[in-house]
């Protein structure tokens, strides 16, 4: 069983909203990220929420990403608002803790 799935990628124009998800086999650690890699670039951090869900994002999607947990449904969300053709990558979450990758999902913005 694949630990960790997202969902929700597509293509979208810029200023446009999308969620991920991202569904954990068991369960979600205590701490989850968002990590993204563009074409060329480094994987890079987006987002993290810990068990109390204090929350950390990255300057480039600050105030317009939000990261959020459900427990009970083994789901940690990424909520991306006023997308950017920068936002351009491959999403994918992780589990800190256990250090599980799930296998991305693509988010194109282009108009």
Avoid at 42 to 63: F, H, M, P
Avoid at 83 to 102: H, I, M, P, Q, R
């Amino acid at each position: 069983q694949v630990p960790l799935v997202e969902s929700g990628g597509g293509l979208m124009q810029p200023g446009e909203s999308l969620r991920l998800a991202c569904l954990a086999h068991e369960w979600i650690s205590s701490t989850m990220a968002w990590y993204r890699e563009a074409p060329g670039k480094q994987r890079e951090l987006v987002a993290t929420v810990d068990s109390d869900d204090r929350s950390y994002y990255a300057d480039s999607v600050k105030g317009r990403f939000t990261i959020s947990r459900d427990n009970a449904r083994r789901t940690v969300y990424l909520q991306m608002n006023s997308l950017k053709s920068e936002d351009t990558a491959v999403y994918y979450c992780k589990s800190e803790t256990f250090n599980y990758w799930g296998q991305g999902t693509q988010v194109t913005v282009s108009s």
